[in-house]
């Protein structure tokens, strides 16, 4: 069992950055890909980025490429999502989840095995 907590969302201007943090209870966090996923009302979960094990690979979806970074630290059973030139449809409800195992192995939210509480983020114009 995972216990996942983000924090770090808020209300920033367009342009502007935001560091999510998403913190892991339990002892194996190092033996799940991590991966942040984003909702906006009304819509399915987007994926957004994933990191395998040891960091060592990362995917991010193609509208986040080059302005969002994904990052962990596993003696901190930490995941990170750094966002920076944030654009206003970058709002939405962010979550973090757990998906059992090391390498990348999907981007549907429905494959994740546990999730956070969800972090909001507005991007104001």
């Known amino acids: 069992q995972v216990q996942l907590v983000e924090s770090g969302g808020g209300l920033v201007q367009a342009g502007g950055s935001l560091r999510l943090s998403c913190a892991a209870s339990g002892r194996t966090f190092s033996s799940y890909v991590m991966g942040w996923f984003r909702q906006i009302p009304g819509k399915e979960r987007e994926f957004v980025a994933a990191?395998?094990?040891?960091?060592?690979?990362?995917l991010y979806a193609d509208s986040v490429k080059g302005r969002f970074t994904i990052s962990r630290d596993n003696a901190k059973n930490t995941v990170y999502l750094q966002m920076n030139s944030l654009k206003p449809e970058d709002t939405a409800v962010y979550y973090c989840?757990?998906?059992?195992?090391?390498?990348?192995?999907?981007?549907?939210?429905?494959?994740?095995?546990?999730w956070g509480q969800g972090t909001q983020v507005t991007v104001s114009s």
């Open positions: 990191i395998s094990w040891n960091g060592g690979r990362v």
């Open positions: 989840a757990a998906d059992r195992g090391l390498m990348i192995t999907t981007t549907v939210a429905d494959r994740y095995d546990y």
